[in-house]
């Protein structure tokens, strides 16, 4: 699942990705209100977390601006202000839970999954699905054939992003930006061998084979059996 994160505070926002991504989100940071409400207009995001005081825009401004555009994803408040008056302002531009600074973090990934379950993308979409292999995107589960498959966060995240955009041919460059969050590195195989590890545990002992290596290009998962 993807996140849309808004902090300026560097160390809390690098701690919130990290901590999220090590939990297999995937995870778009933006450092100032305005960039935040880019991404929040034009980007597909399960769930937003949104500081309320932000350059730029603050947070309010970001949340009325992203309802104001259609966006329906759940939002999630940080701030360090406990004052009664913000959580209501929050509340009524459409904020679905508020969390003060400082926290927890096993507190903010379980308000994080509560969200997640109780609104944003439908129900049919927890459950993707193809040939004969099903990924949960709640319980964080995936099977093939019937059978339990253990992933690792990063390999969760890798095949989301696979069925995500299922028939796409994608690029190395797109893989590192969106899983590792880096910029592409030629001379390193991390992600040649995390595909090798996620295709011996996604194909080896099923048909069909669902993961390809497009030589030159790229990776993409299909069932070239429909």
């Known amino acids: 699942m993807k996140i849309l994160l808004v902090e300026d505070e560097p160390k809390t926002g690098d701690y919130i990705k990290q901590g999220l991504a090590e939990a297999g989100f995937v995870v778009d940071l933006a450092r100032d209100g305005i960039d935040g409400l880019h991404l929040g207009e034009t980007g597909d995001y399960d769930l937003a977390i949104l500081d309320g005081m932000l350059p730029g825009l603050d947070g309010w401004q970001v949340l009325a601006g ?3 555009t259609g966006r329906e994803m759940p939002v999630l408040f940080l701030t360090a202000r406990d004052q009664v008056e913000d959580r209501v302002r929050g509340l009524e531009l459409g904020a679905d839970d508020y969390l003060v600074k400082p926290f927890a973090f096993a507190e903010l990934l379980a308000r994080v999954r509560t969200l997640l379950r109780r609104g944003g993308r439908k129900a049919e979409a927890e459950q993707m699905l193809v040939a004969d292999l099903e990924l949960d995107l709640m319980r964080r589960r995936v099977t093939r054939g019937g059978q339990r498959i253990d992933l690792t966060a990063k390999e969760f995240a890798l095949l ?9 041919v994608l690029p190395r460059s797109l893989i590192a930006s969106q899983i590792w969050d880096m910029n592409f590195d030629s001379d390193t195989n991390v ?3 995390a595909m090798r590890r996620l295709r011996a545990k996604m194909d080896d002992g099923f048909e069909p084979k669902l993961i390809r290596t497009v030589r030159g290009m790229g990776y993409v998962l299909e069932d070239n059996t429909e």
Do not use: P, S, Y
């Open 66 to 68: 992203m309802r104001r």
């Open 191 to 193: 992600i040649e061998v």
């Open 160 to 168: 989301e992003l696979l069925l995500r955009r299922r028939g796409e």
